[in-house]
Every structure is written in structure tokens, then in C-alpha cells.
């Protein structure tokens, strides 16, 4: 298993996950890198950059393939599409483009926001992309034609997020206005407008079923929203800070949310409760949410926790405290402050701003 690291030095790096050792210091870009990412099929990595390029990276050799030029400002984001031929990376200066992954040619620039683009992210099917700008609304782009087929107008400030749901029916926003919209794919029309937070929202994001939606707000609390009628069907209060997301886990059962508080709370759907992950004065977390239904969280002070319905161990020099549901790790003192945290397998991997990776192995036992 390999991994990618981004970083404000300008590089990314391919980190080989079962020895630790760096295999690739992807070198180019000359400035903070804001994302890198693999392609499905793990043979390319694109990296988008302040320095207002696409990089597209071979991951065996680590030599930058193209490196695709047009944007001119920051590139916010950059995605591959499913077959990985595509790519659509979203820019502050106003336009979302397309590039072709073998050639790094640009395909297509879509333009009509009139401010910076936050997001850009494919449906399912690959046929259309999504964009959300500051301008206050969302596109429907045509893959094929580059046309903007559906302008998503309603919110009243900057747009957020803007996210296809599994089925690619519809399409739901999150805006600095206090609230998040339902949108039809086919039809532009807005389905539903979710009313009930007191500032804005962070968030929205699908369950796997299509049937809710759960939002994240600065009003300190998540809600939770049916996606056939919009009615709001359960506020999640605990939080004292503004929430920065919240995702639902694989079975639909749980919620997890991550706040400014320090907090990761993981909620049971059915009953309403919660367990508390952190709780202190921490202002900020790192949360993933992983497919196989295990949440992680970091509270910034030497601890992760690991909510997984089996009993481990960790092999590494760390202690663990085992209670019901919830497992503490503690790390060494320089590895605190992680910026990101994934799991893959029997691996807990945490990455650092200073380009440094930690891996954890973790050993499951029945």
C-alpha cells in the first residue's frame, strides 16, 4: 500500500505504508501544495497547487508526467474522474477546467461563476460535474459539451459545498446563508430548502441509502434531514463550538460530527445518543470517517482515538487504554499536532505539516 502526502513546502510525497520509507519526493511545484490524490487505479497522482498549476505524477517512477497550465490563480482542488482519464480542478480565479490525464491537454474550461470556485467533483456516472462558488451558486456542467446545463441558484451567500448523492439524482449545497438546498439533477429545481441552523453551514453530505442528509454548522450543532420532504428530523446538540463536518458512516447507523471544541461525537441514529470521543478545550480536530465504519480522531494533545467494535493492540511505542467502545493511543510528544489522519487495513497513518508520516500498526484480535 502506497501513500501520498501533500505539503506547504511545495512537494508531495509517495510513502510506502508497510515500511515507512519515502519512495517518491514529487518535486515542481513552487508553492504550497493544497491537495494530491491517486487515481482509482493507484498509477497517477494529480496535485493541485498555489502556484497555480495540475501536476499529473507516474506513482511507480514519481516523475511528474504533464503538468497542465491554464489556471491563474490558486487551484483550490483537483479530482480524478472514475476511469481516470479525466481530471477537474476548481481555482480561485473563477473557473472550473478539465483536463485530459494522458495528454495534460485542457479540454475544457468552464466558466460562469463570477468568484472563486470552492469545490468541483464528478457524479457517479461521470457524465457531469458539479462546481460551488463564493458567487452564491452551484453549476451542472455537460461533460461532453462543457456546458453549464443547470445554474443552481437560491442560496443568498457564498456556497460551501455542492456534492452529487450516490444515486446522482440529486444534488444538495451547503451556504454561509444558514442553510443547505436539495437540488434535482434533471431538473435544476429546487427540491428542498433545509431551514433550521442559525449561522452558516459548513457541510452537507448524503447517506449511502439517499435517504438523509447531514448538515454542519457554525451554530454549534449538526441536523439531520430527510431528503424526500426536507423536514429536519433530528437536531444533534452537544457541541461548543461550530461543527466544520459531519458524515455518516457506511450502514447509515451513526454519525459522526467534528467541531472547534476539540470534539468528535459519534451518534446512533435509532437512539440518539452519543459517545464522546473529546472533550476539552482543543480548538480544532482531525476526523476520518473510514468505509469500513471505524471513525478516527485526534485531539491535538498526544491521544487518538479509535472507535472499533473489536479489541486490539498496538504494536508501536505507544500505550493503550482499552475502554467499552473506544480505544486511546498515545503518541510521543513530537507527533502531536497531526494535519491529516487515514486508515488503511491494519495501519493507522498520521501526516504532518513538516512532510513527516507516522505509522501505527495495528493488530486486530477476535
Given amino acids: 500500500m502506497q501513500i501520498v502526502s501533500a505539503s506547504n513546502d511545495g512537494t508531495a510525497w509517495i510513502w510506502n505504508a508497510a515500511t515507512g520509507e519515502c519512495e517518491a519526493e514529487l518535486k515542481g511545484h513552487s508553492s504550497w501544495v493544497n491537495s494530491?490524490?491517486?487515481?482509482?487505479?493507484?498509477?497517477?497522482?494529480?496535485?493541485?497547487?498555489?502556484?497555480?498549476?495540475?501536476?499529473?505524477?507516474?506513482?511507480?517512477?514519481?516523475?511528474?508526467?504533464?503538468?497542465?497550465?491554464?489556471?491563474?490563480?490558486?487551484?483550490?482542488?483537483?479530482?480524478?474522474?472514475?476511469?481516470?482519464?479525466y481530471i477537474v480542478s476548481a481555482s480561485r480565479d473563477n473557473t472550473v477546467q478539465i483536463w485530459n490525464t494522458?495528454?495534460?491537454?485542457?479540454?475544457?474550461?468552464?466558466?460562469?461563476?463570477?468568484?472563486?470556485?470552492?469545490?468541483?467533483?464528478?457524479?457517479?456516472?461521470?457524465?457531469?460535474?458539479v462546481s460551488a462558488s463564493d458567487d452564491g451558486t452551484a453549476c451542472i456542467w455537460n461533460m461532453a459539451t462543457g456546458v453549464c446545463e443547470v445554474d443552481l441558484k437560491?442560496?443568498?451567500?457564498?456556497?460551501?459545498?455542492?456534492?452529487?448523492?450516490?444515486?446522482?439524482?440529486?444534488?444538495?449545497?451547503?451556504?454561509?446563508d444558514h442553510t443547505a438546498r436539495i437540488w434535482s439533477v434533471t431538473t435544476g429545481?429546487?427540491?428542498?430548502?433545509?431551514?433550521?441552523h442559525l449561522a452558516k453551514v459548513n457541510s452537507a453530505a448524503f447517506s449511502s441509502d439517499d435517504m438523509h442528509i447531514v448538515s454542519a454548522s457554525d451554530d454549534h450543532t449538526a441536523r439531520i434531514w430527510s431528503t424526500a420532504t426536507g423536514e429536519c428530523k433530528a437536531e444533534l446538540k452537544g457541541h461548543s463550538s461550530r461543527v466544520n463536518s459531519a458524515v455518516f458512516s457506511p450502514d447509515c447507523m451513526h454519525i459522526v460530527s467534528a467541531s472547534d471544541d476539540g470534539a468528535a461525537w459519534i451518534w446512533n441514529?435509532?437512539?440518539?445518543?452519543?459517545?464522546?470521543?473529546?472533550?476539552?478545550n482543543s480548538q480544532s480536530s482531525v476526523l476520518s470517517l473510514i468505509p469500513n465504519g471505524v471513525f478516527i480522531h485526534n485531539d491535538f494533545h498526544g491521544k487518538i482515538f479509535v472507535s472499533l467494535e473489536l479489541s486490539f493492540l498496538v504494536m508501536h511505542e505507544a500505550t493503550i487504554i482499552h475502554t467499552t467502545s473506544l480505544q486511546e493511543i498515545w503518541v510521543p510528544p513530537p507527533f502531536h499536532k497531526p494535519s491529516s489522519i487515514s486508515y488503511h487495513l491494519s495501519k493507522i497513518c498520521l501526516g504532518y505539516g513538516s512532510g513527516e508520516l507516522l505509522c501505527i500498526e495495528v493488530c486486530v484480535t477476535f
Avoid at 508526467?65 to 480524478?80: I, Q, R
Fill in 102 to 129: 494522458t495528454t495534460g491537454e485542457c479540454e475544457m474550461e468552464l466558466k460562469r461563476h463570477l468568484k472563486r470556485v470552492n469545490s468541483a467533483s464528478f457524479s457517479p456516472d461521470g457524465m457531469h460535474i
Fill in 154 to 176: 437560491g442560496h443568498s451567500s457564498w456556497v460551501n459545498s455542492a456534492i452529487f448523492s450516490p444515486d446522482g439524482r440529486h444534488i444538495v449545497s451547503a451556504s454561509n
Fill in 269 to 280: 441514529i435509532s437512539t440518539g445518543k452519543h459517545e464522546v470521543l473529546k472533550s476539552d
Fill in 36 to 85: 494530491a490524490v491517486f487515481s482509482s487505479d493507484g498509477m497517477h497522482i494529480v496535485s493541485a497547487s498555489r502556484d497555480k498549476t495540475v501536476h499529473i505524477w507516474n506513482t511507480a517512477t514519481g516523475e511528474c508526467k504533464v503538468e497542465p497550465k491554464g489556471h491563474f490563480s490558486k487551484v483550490n482542488s483537483a479530482v480524478f474522474s472514475s476511469d481516470g482519464k
Fill in 189 to 196: 429545481v429546487c427540491e428542498a430548502v433545509l431551514k433550521g
